[in-house]
């Protein structure tokens, strides 16, 4: 008993000097509610399964939960297949659990059994969930799709049951475990390489110091982790400020909510992060592009150039400095395209970063919760009636850009898009009008040596 407490305090005061959690502190947090947690690798899925795996066959969490059952996602996706999995886990992990001796006959024998009943062993499967606490993980969770159809069997009954996600694309992780969620790192592998764990807030409803941690981290209200990703190399970082990790450590595990103030805040960070070296013309050119007046406006602007250049940087600083300075929109949002690439998941990533005070506000992250039976749709309408900054990056092919138009207005509107690419054929299929395309080329040979000399400053 004293060394489980000796390693509970460890795990605390890990927590609360840099915000990093355990999965298996997570998984048997003191919260009825069903939580949705969502494990996510910088670069795929290496290393994930592990971790959950360890988490999964810990000894406290076999006896915390009635039912355990894990299932690897396949596609095409066949409910059926999927609970007729979880079942038979439930039933044999259960004896296992007690210390039964059963031979595989006998349990083969008693999930046929169960899968014979009046109903079906889906409705066995129900009447299993509804009554007890129960531990699901999804390894590799393609789209929201199956998300979707998978959450119709798994109800919050307020047992403290919990879902373990595991996938390898970003906007699903957080999209799983809904707004306004934390995010902390599990494990680092490498400087390129983390595996993260998005979680709900914590509950002010936990012991007495984990609701101090809560209040201590609820004092950096809006602030939030924010991902860079992108491939620019004329950043650098300052040398009077803490270094990449420590920034991390810093800000991961604190309440994100993408409102307009904790966007204000992400570009503050991201401005503290990185230093631009030279872009100054490049920036007007492109600013007085997306600012011109009412009747020049260009609705859709696309940047391209060689992978490495620095496009997104270049872009990330024009649309940071408008959301700090200008406002000239009234609603921002920027998505990085996934692969392979589905319409309805990107439409809804852009919704949440667009409008996350409107899910927040009805107390959902459920866009079937919302009355929001389309996306693609609602994506339009609000793109259509607002005023929006919308920034789509890694656009990959035409036939992508041909697919999300569908989400966007398809005459004059009040919005702007500007699309990141690395081909020149793509950057002219997208711009409206044909016009609208903005190259980003290489430094100039002074401020690629300026470059140069401050890393190499700084890597001293």
């Not at 095409?76 to 992990?93: A, E, G, V, Y």
């Not at 999804?138 to 047992?159: F, Q």
């Not at 409008?355 to 994506?379: H, N, R, V, Y």
């Amino acid at each position: 008993e004293s060394s489980r407490c000796g390693g509970q305090e460890a795990r605390d005061n890990a927590r609360n000097q840099c915000g990093l959690w355990d999965l298996a502190e997570l998984i048997t947090r003191n919260d009825e509610d069903l939580q949705i947690i969502s494990v996510w690798g910088t670069r795929g899925n290496l290393g994930t399964t592990s971790i959950i795996r360890k988490a999964y066959e810990d000894p406290e969490i076999c006896q915390n939960f009635t039912y355990r059952g894990w299932v690897k996602l396949m596609h095409p996706f066949d409910p059926h297949k999927f609970i007729w999995s979880l079942l038979s886990q439930f039933i044999t992990n259960s004896h296992r659990q007690q210390g039964d001796v059963v031979d595989v006959d006998t349990l083969w024998t008693e999930i046929e059994a169960a899968t014979e009943m009046q109903g079906g062993h889906i409705k066995n499967f129900i009447n299993r969930v509804n009554k007890n606490k129960y531990l699901i993980v999804l390894e590799d969770l393609p789209t929201m799709v199956e998300w979707d159809i998978i959450r119709i069997y798994l109800p919050d009954i307020k047992n403290g049951s919990r879902i373990v996600v595991s996938t390898q694309q970003f906007e699903i992780a957080s999209l799983c475990t809904g707004h306004p969620y934390r995010v902390s790192e599990l494990k680092k592998f490498s400087d390129e390489h983390s595996v993260c764990v998005f979680f709900k807030e914590v509950s002010p409803s936990l012991g007495d110091e984990d609701e101090e941690t809560y209040r201590a981290m609820s004092s950096y209200e809006g602030s939030e982790h924010y991902g860079y990703e992108g491939e620019e190399i004329s950043l650098v970082m300052p040398t009077n400020e803490m270094s990449a990790e420590d920034e991390l450590k810093h800000t991961w595990g604190l309440p994100f909510k993408k409102d307009l103030n904790s966007k204000r805040v992400e570009a503050d960070i991201w401005k503290k992060k990185f230093q631009p070296v030279g872009r100054k013309m490049e920036k007007r050119d492109l600013s007085f592009m997306l600012f011109q007046p009412a009747k020049g406006r260009k609705e859709v602007i696309s940047v391209w150039g060689i992978a490495g250049v620095g496009k997104s940087a270049l872009v990330r600083m024009v649309y940071y400095e408008d959301i700090q300075n200008y406002n000239r929109f009234n609603k921002y949002g920027w998505i990085n395209v996934s692969h392979p690439f589905n319409l309805r998941d990107f439409s809804r990533s852009l919704l949440s970063d667009l409008d996350p005070e409107a899910l927040q506000g009805k107390g959902t992250s459920d866009f079937g919760m919302m009355g929001i039976k389309d996306p693609i749709q609602e994506c339009y309408k609000l793109l259509h009636e607002d005023k929006c900054l919308v920034v789509i990056d890694g656009l990959q092919s035409t036939d992508e850009w041909d697919l999300i138009k569908a989400a966007l207005p398809n005459g004059p509107s009040k919005s702007c898009v500007i699309v990141v690419t690395d081909e020149a054929s793509i950057a002219t299929h997208c711009a409206v009008p044909d016009d609208a395309v903005f190259n980003v080329k290489g430094l100039e040979a002074d401020e690629a040596l300026e470059l140069f000399k401050q890393v190499f400053t700084e890597k001293k």
